[in-house]
C-alpha cells in the first residue's frame, strides 16, 4: 500500500517544482536577451563607425560624392566581409540582367557552324530533336546562303545571327552538300541543346556530361540505356572541367543507378536539416567509374560523390574544387538584390559534405586539363589522357568502390600522360 503524502508536502513540491522552471526559464531568457543586447550594441558600434566615416567624407573629401554608387559600393563591401565566397550584391540594372538571363530560352534551327575558307557556314554539330536534324542538315553540310544573304567572310556574322530568334518564326538555308544546292525552310523552335555525348573503348562505353541542366537526365537515361542494350561491360562518366548545372539534374540522374533511400540533404544555417532528393529503387546494375577534375565543381562533384556514396562508382581523377553548398536570392526595395549562402549540402548516406573540401577520388591520377579538348570525342586518346587510361583499367577490373584513397605514384609524378 502507497504511502499517502500531507497536503503541505504536496503544496511545497509544487511550488518548488514552479521555481525550478521559473529560474530555468528567467536564466534562457536573460541568455537570450544578453545575446541580443550583445548583437544591437555591435550593430550600434558598426553604425558609429560607418556614420563617423561619413562625417570625415563629407565635410572633408574634395570632390562631389555620387550617392547611389556609394551605396553600392557600402553593400558590395558589407557582403565582402561576411566570409561568405558567394555573397555578392546585384545593383538594380545588374539584378534585372540576372532575371532575364535566368529566364531566357533559345531558339533557333539548332546548329553549331564555323567559318570555312571561302565564309560559309560548316555544319559542325545538329541537336537531335532540332528542325535541322527534322530538315535532314547533317555535320559537313555547307550552308551558302542564309535568307537573301549569300555568305562571304563580310557577311557570314550577319547570316549567323538569323540562324537564332523567335520560337515559330523561319529562315531559309540554301545547302550545299556534294556540289548540290538545296534550298530549305526551318522553323525555329526552343533548343535542348545536347549535353550528353558517347563514345566506346574496347567494350566500355564512355559518356561525356557537357552539363547538369534540365534535359540532361534524359539524355544521359537515353545514352545508358543504349550502352546496356549494347552489351556495355561497364561505364565510364567524364565530368572532368564541369562546372556548371542544376543539383536537382544530378540527383535524377544518380536515382537510375542508386538504391531506395535519401540522396542528398541540407544543412541550413540555424542547424535544421531537409532531405532534397530521394532515390527509389535501384534501376541499373553495371559498373561505372566517374572522371573527375581540379575544375569539377557544384552539381558534377554532386554526381560523382553521389554515385560512390550509394557504392557505385570509383572515382578516378583529382581533387575536385568543392563547391557544394546553397546559395538564394533576396530581392531589395530598390529592385537591387543580394545573394546568400544558406545552407550546406551532404551526402545521405555518409553524411559528408563538400563544401569547401572537394572530392577526394578512388584513384588519384594528375593529369593537366588544359590539354583536354571535349568538343570532338574522337581526339580521346587514353594513351595520351592518363585519367581515361586508369578509368579503363578500373572498368576492366570491375572492382568494388573503395573507401580509401589510392595514389598512382607512377602517374602522379606528370602532369600529362
Keep these: 500500500m502507497g504511502k499517502k503524502i500531507s497536503l503541505g508536502t504536496a503544496v511545497t513540491l509544487v511550488l518548488i517544482a514552479v521555481a525550478i522552471t521559473f529560474t530555468f526559464t528567467m536564466v534562457l531568457a536573460l541568455n537570450n536577451f544578453n545575446e541580443k543586447v550583445s548583437s544591437i550594441t555591435e550593430r550600434e558600434n558598426m553604425y558609429a563607425k560607418f556614420t563617423e566615416i561619413d562625417n ?18 557600402v553593400a558590395k563591401g558589407y557582403l565582402s566581409g561576411i566570409n561568405d565566397p558567394y555573397a555578392k550584391y546585384m545593383n538594380p540594372a545588374e539584378y534585372a540582367a540576372f532575371l532575364e538571363a535566368s529566364g531566357k530560352t533559345v531558339s533557333g534551327v539548332g546548329i553549331s557552324v564555323s567559318m570555312d575558307s571561302d565564309g560559309y557556314m560548316l555544319v559542325e554539330n545538329v541537336y537531335e530533336t532540332s528542325t535541322a536534324a527534322s530538315a535532314g542538315i547533317v555535320p559537313g553540310d555547307l550552308i551558302i546562303k542564309v535568307d537573301d544573304i549569300n555568305l562571304t567572310s563580310e557577311t557570314y556574322a550577319q547570316g549567323e545571327a538569323l540562324l537564332t530568334g523567335e520560337a515559330g518564326t523561319k529562315v531559309t538555308l540554301t545547302v550545299r552538300r556534294d556540289s548540290e544546292d538545296t534550298e530549305m525552310e526551318i522553323t525555329r523552335r526552343v533548343l535542348v541543346p545536347t549535353t550528353v555525348y558517347s563514345t566506346v573503348f574496347e567494350n566500355y562505353h564512355y559518356l561525356r556530361i557537357n552539363d547538369f ?14 550502352a546496356i542494350s549494347a552489351g556495355a561491360s561497364a561505364l565510364i562518366f567524364d565530368v572532368r572541367s564541369v562546372n556548371t548545372g542544376l543539383v536537382s539534374a544530378a540527383a535524377e540522374m544518380i536515382d537510375k543507378f542508386a538504391g531506395s533511400g535519401d540522396i542528398l540533404y541540407i544543412e ?3 542547424g535544421s536539416n531537409e532531405v532534397l532528393y530521394t532515390s527509389n529503387s535501384r534501376d541499373t546494375v553495371i559498373p561505372v567509374v566517374v572522371l573527375v577534375n581540379e575544375i569539377t565543381s557544384g552539381a558534377a562533384e554532386f554526381f560523382a560523390a553521389g554515385l560512390r556514396d550509394f557504392g557505385i562508382a570509383n572515382i578516378v581523377g583529382s581533387q575536385t574544387d568543392g563547391f557544394g553548398s546553397l546559395q538564394e536570392i533576396y530581392r531589395l ?20 559534405a563538400w563544401e569547401g573540401l ?9 593529369f593537366d586539363y588544359t590539354t583536354l579538348n571535349f568538343t570532338d570525342l574522337s581526339l580521346l586518346d587514353p594513351a595520351m589522357d592518363s585519367q581515361l587510361s586508369k578509368a579503363i583499367e578500373i572498368a576492366a577490373s570491375s572492382v568494388a ?15 600529362e600522360g
Design 56 to 73: 570625415y567624407v563629407r565635410y572633408n573629401h574634395h570632390e562631389h560624392i555620387d550617392e547611389p554608387a556609394l551605396m553600392d559600393a
Design 213 to 226: 541542366s534540365e534535359g540532361t537526365p534524359d539524355q544521359f537515361s537515353k545514352e545508358v540505356e543504349k
Design 401 to 415: 568502390p573503395t573507401t580509401g584513397t589510392e595514389t598512382d605514384s607512377s602517374e602522379e609524378s606528370s602532369s
Design 333 to 352: 526595395d530598390d529592385g537591387s538584390a543580394i545573394q546568400l549562402t544558406v545552407g550546406k549540402y551532404y551526402l545521405a548516406n555518409s553524411k559528408t
Design 358 to 366: 572537394g572530392v577526394t577520388p578512388d584513384h588519384v591520377v594528375a
Design 268 to 270: 541550413y544555417s540555424d
